[in-house]
């Protein structure tokens, strides 16, 4: 989690942290800690979301109407905040998602050039 | 994007209102995450005291995500402001001594600017209430021999203008004649304007009820229509509308009312109605006719300097065309807003000038007590820095704290001012024309606002501009072993002196502005009148000629009111002219004198004139130098008779008698029977010229004004006098009704006003400088109590602290007073129009003031001095 590597990873996830997030709500609704080990696990250990980033940019994204927040009870019966994506986040992230994919496509053509 | 924005904006300010669930949410949520990763840790082996540092250190830095979030959900710029203002509330509260001077100081800079900026805005700024008033203008003539200022024109001239000089859309003449309106309780004297059917036109106002001359209504025969003011229609017909219709009588004839005008419409002192100008053929053709106050309105797109050009012309073909009636006399033509505003400006602007220099001194007081402030909060402006304050919030602090107090002595200054406004109003600048209209209105509002801005941030900067951070850390060492003293270091003092230097210039310049004022109003008021105001009483008589068939009719009516006064008990002389001295109401005539030619330039000798019965002279204590005064035997048909005074006399005749000369004038030769001596007949300050009097039974007026010598109070006479005269006819109209005392101090009155404004505000500075030079002379001496206690142990006496002390503000003193003598030569040239017998740069004044200024410097330097003498070196030793 610390160190050269984690630093590396969050610069280049910066602008997609977001992205990460707007997907992971596309399966439902999901609170803070749901959302960062759920990001972990689909990632396959690869991608850790820093922790203390995460709610500044969850909080970023209700504050643009991408997200809805509510408080609820959690699995464990504590009080919890639960995000969900709104109609304009679904649009945006299926803007970002091409975006995404023809970037992604673009930079590995340029990597397989050799 | 921008929905998205506005979608946040909205819930932040929602959650502005619930800042306290805002707050428990956000830790909520963080909570519930370490939990959650607690828990799955304690799952994963981790022992259970193990698990919460666990958590927290693969969460990373959890006060400062909350933080950013906090920031995300507020608005972190105003909340800070806010905190810095609440917290700038509490630090002013906690030192009221410095708190209360400084609003005080500043409320008196800012109210005195305040009020005589309320004063340039309603006189000077604000424009015409007329649309496009910018392109009104006054027409009038003057003469290029004799300066007796604007004159009128004749019709037959405005009407070869009006052909000759495509710069004027329209020209309107107007024309003064007071009317008497009867019918309405006690007789009642009004102007009536009369004017052309495009007049109102002319100007772009409509009438408020009802409607404007027709053309037709110039016409005579048709004329018996009038328009009230709004001042008449207010006072004697209660606002009715429906007072259109309705019949006056005005001079004994019957006129119909066709309309009302706004208020706005100013064309005299007083309140006035407006009837229709129909000009007789004579009226309409007679070049010699200057009766006539012309109003234009300019092309659009045409200017004054064009109009003027083509005016010159045109005087230019006029004077050749008609050299009898024309030449010598120039066409002038001004703004419609600088005729009215006459010579207010300069008077104006010179008040304005000072009570900006008040201004000015008030800032670098309260600069000078903030830096002494900032000095004592240095430890905690340190500890701040200390804690992460950057240097811009710190400045922001001081800037804040400084605003703050600007603006409660902005508020206090707007209270001071709106409390003078009715002390200037009726005191001060009694002839100051467009006053009327002084108020406290939005413009004044900004002008309040914006100096005090304006000065809070000034004085705030300066101790702003040394905060820095490297400064402050070396503050908290020191204070850390006790030489806090220090770090008033030697760049502050330094500009703390340089302040007070500056205090003291802009001091001592009011203060000699306001000496060169006030010697020039004893000047005035020494002014040998050529009279004895004192025990008399005046009042005017206006007669219209439709109340006396003839002449001898009229003369017989005034000898009987002159009788009847003269038996009041208490009145020791009573006798009639046409005019005051001192009211500038002289008219002027032309004249020839035996055995001279006639000078060069064809325009005859001119020479004031006035009227005076039989005891006339000695009623205002004339004195009668040679000859004789008139006697009941100076009538019409007998001799020809006139008396001159002094410097007619001086002038013509030299160092030969007056007396037995003969002059011509209204086509005939008269005798010089008498030579009396010079009053000042226009103002006080223009010297006396060459006047005549003719005798009131012998060249025959309608006009009497009555003057009275009592042996006791002439007040007290007045209604006295007033009964007499209406017992004979209880219809005339009696105005003006005062003492000559009174008369005197009405043409004292601008140079009084100013130089008692001027004095205010001199006082006020030098007050102020002399604050601040205590100030930092008191502080000086406190921080170097322990310097001074061990000079008195080493021996020194009292002379040697004092004039250590002394010394330190006498240097500070002089070199004010060496810059602001410098300042003065320069800026009281501004003041040459309005000084009367005193220079610009009068020596007397200047060292005068100079040497008061010097001497209350040291003054305030010796208070101090004092406490230093009394300094006890053992304590002082032992304090540290």
């Known amino acids: 989690m610390m160190g050269p590597n984690r630093e590396r990873t969050s610069d280049l996830l910066q602008g997609t942290l977001d992205m990460l997030i707007l997907k992971t709500l596309a399966r439902g609704r999901a609170h803070g800690y749901a959302i960062a080990e759920s990001i972990h696990q689909q990632s396959d250990d690869v991608l850790r979301v820093e922790e203390s980033a995460l709610y500044p940019a969850l909080h970023r994204l209700e504050l643009r109407g991408l997200l809805a927040s509510e408080w609820g009870v959690s699995e464990n019966n504590r009080r919890a905040k639960y995000y969900r994506l709104t109609a304009r986040g679904h649009k945006y992230l299926a803007a970002e998602s091409e975006h995404w994919s023809r970037m992604t496509a673009a930079i590995a053509r340029v990597m397989e050039t050799v | 994007m921008l929905p998205e924005s506005i979608n946040g904006l909205w819930l932040r300010i929602k959650a502005l209102f619930r800042r306290r669930q805002l707050d428990r949410d956000l830790d909520d949520e963080l909570a519930f995450h370490l939990a959650m990763r607690e828990q799955k840790l304690a799952e994963s082996g981790v ?65 005195a600017n305040t009020a005589i900026f309320s004063m340039v805005e309603a006189v000077l700024l604000r424009p015409l209430p007329y649309p496009h008033g910018s392109q009104l203008v006054e027409v009038s003539r003057y003469s290029d021999v004799f300066d007796f200022g604007n004159q009128p024109v004749s019709l037959p001239d405005l009407a070869d203008v009006r052909k000759q000089c495509p710069s004027f859309e329209r020209l309107a003449p107007r024309n003064y004649e007071i009317a008497d309106m009867t019918g309405h309780g006690l007789p009642e004297q009004l102007w009536a304007v009369e004017v052309p059917p495009d007049f109102f036109p002319l100007l772009g106002v409509a009438p408020l009820y009802g409607r404007t001359f027709l053309p037709s209504e110039a016409q005579p025969g048709h004329d018996d229509v009038v328009i009230l003011g709004a001042a008449v229609w207010r006072k004697y017909f209660d606002a009715d509308p429906h007072v259109i219709g309705r019949s006056i009588q005005l001079n004994g004839a019957s006129y119909t009312i066709i309309g009302v005008m706004p208020p706005q419409l100013t064309f005299s002192i007083g309140a006035n109605l407006w009837i229709p100008l129909v000009p007789t053929p004579a009226q309409s053709t007679d070049r010699g006719d200057n009766a006539y106050f ?39 033509v001004r703004s419609m807003k600088s005729d009215r505003v006459r010579d207010a400006s300069t008077p104006l602007l010179i008040l304005f000038g000072a009570v900006g220099l008040v201004l000015l001194i008030a800032c670098a007081n309260v600069g000078n007590l903030y830096l002494v402030r900032s000095f004592s909060r240095t430890h905690e402006l340190a500890i701040r820095a200390a804690l992460g304050a950057t240097r811009g919030r710190l400045v922001r602090q001081l800037l804040i704290e400084g605003l703050l107090l600007a603006l409660a002595g902005g508020a206090a200054g707007l209270l001071l001012a709106a409390w003078a406004m009715d002390g200037l109003r009726s005191l ?4 100051t024309p467009r006053l009327e209209h002084l108020t406290i209105d939005a413009h004044v509002l900004w002008f309040t ?56 210039a802009l001091a001592l310049v009011l203060v000699v502005a306001a000496g060169l004022m006030l010697r020039s109003f004893a000047r005035l008021s020494a002014v040998p009148l050529g009279f004895r105001p004192d025990r008399v009483l005046t009042m005017e008589i206006d007669f219209r000629p439709h109340q006396f068939k003839t002449q001898v009719q009229f003369l017989a009516y005034s000898r009987g009111v002159l009788e009847k006064v003269r038996a009041v008990p208490g009145v020791e002389s009573a006798s009639a002219s046409l005019v005051n001295p001192l009211t500038g109401g002289f008219s002027e005539i032309t004249f020839g004198v035996e055995g001279r030619p006639q000078p060069s330039n064809g325009q005859g000798f001119k020479a004031g004139v006035s009227d005076a019965t039989p005891g006339y002279f000695r009623t205002l204590g004339i004195p009668i130098l040679a000859g004789r005064g008139f006697n009941e035997s100076d009538l019409a048909g007998s001799p020809r008779v006139v008396i001159v005074n002094r410097a007619f006399a001086r002038r013509f005749f030299g160092s030969e008698s007056a007396i037995g000369q003969h002059i011509s004038s209204h ?24 006047l005549i009097y003719f005798p009131y039974n012998q060249r025959g007026s309608w006009w009497m004004t009555v003057l ?113 003598l410098a300042a003065s030569f320069a800026a009281t040239r501004l003041m040459r129009g309005l000084l009367y017998g005193v220079s610009t740069t009068d020596p007397f004044t200047f060292a005068g003031v100079s040497i008061l200024v010097v001497l209350a410097g040291l003054a305030a330097c010796y208070i101090p001095a004092r406490r230093a003498m009394r300094v006890d070196p053992v304590t002082a030793l032992k304090c540290e």
């Open chain 2, 708 to 820: 009275v010598r009592t042996k006791i109070e002439p007040m007290a006479l007045a209604q006295a006098v007033k009964d007499r005269i209406w017992s004979i006819d209880k219809d005339v109209p009696i105005t003006q009704v005062r003492t000559m005392d009174r008369v005197v101090a009405a043409a004292n009155a601008e140079p009084r006003s100013q130089s008692l404004l001027l004095s205010l505000f001199g006082a006020l500075g030098l007050g102020l400088a002399l604050v601040g030079i205590y100030g930092v002379i008191s502080y000086s001496v406190g921080c170097r109590t322990r310097e001074i206690g061990i000079r008195i142990a080493l021996g020194a006496q009292d002379a040697d602290v004092l004039r250590l002390v002394v010394g330190q503000g006498a240097g500070l003193v002089l070199a004010g007073v060496a810059i602001g």
């Open chain 2, 449 to 504: 606002l914006g100096a005090s801005l304006a000065a809070g941030i000034v004085f705030s900067l300066v101790p702003a501009f040394l905060v820095s951070r490297d400064r402050l850390v070396a503050a908290v060492r020191e204070a850390g072993s006790g030489h806090e003293v220090s770090s008033a270091g030697p760049r502050r003092s330094r500009l703390r002196q340089l302040l007070v230097v500056g205090e003291v």
């Open chain 2, 47 to 111: 022992t259970a005291e193990e698990a919460p540092h666990a958590a927290r250190r693969q969460f990373g830095n959890a006060t400062r995500a909350k933080e950013a979030n906090r920031e995300l959900w507020t608005f972190p710029f105003a909340e800070t402001l806010w905190q810095d203002i609440r917290y700038g509330v509490r630090m002013l509260r906690k030192s009221p001594g410095f708190t209360i001077v400084a609003i005080v100081t500043l409320a008196l800079g800012i109210g």
């Open chain 2, 667 to 690: 086509g005939g030769w008269a005798e010089i029977v008498g030579e009396v001596g010079n009053v000042r007949d226009s103002n006080l300050s223009r010297p006396p010229g060459p």
């Open chain 2, 428 to 431: 001060v600048l009694l002839n």
């Open chain 2, 294 to 332: 012309v109003l234009g309105r300019l092309a659009p797109g045409s200017t004054i300097a064009q109009a003027r050009a083509e005016l010159n012309t045109i005087a230019a073909r006029l004077a050749r065309a008609f050299p009898k009636a024309d030449k010598g006399l120039g066409f002038r």
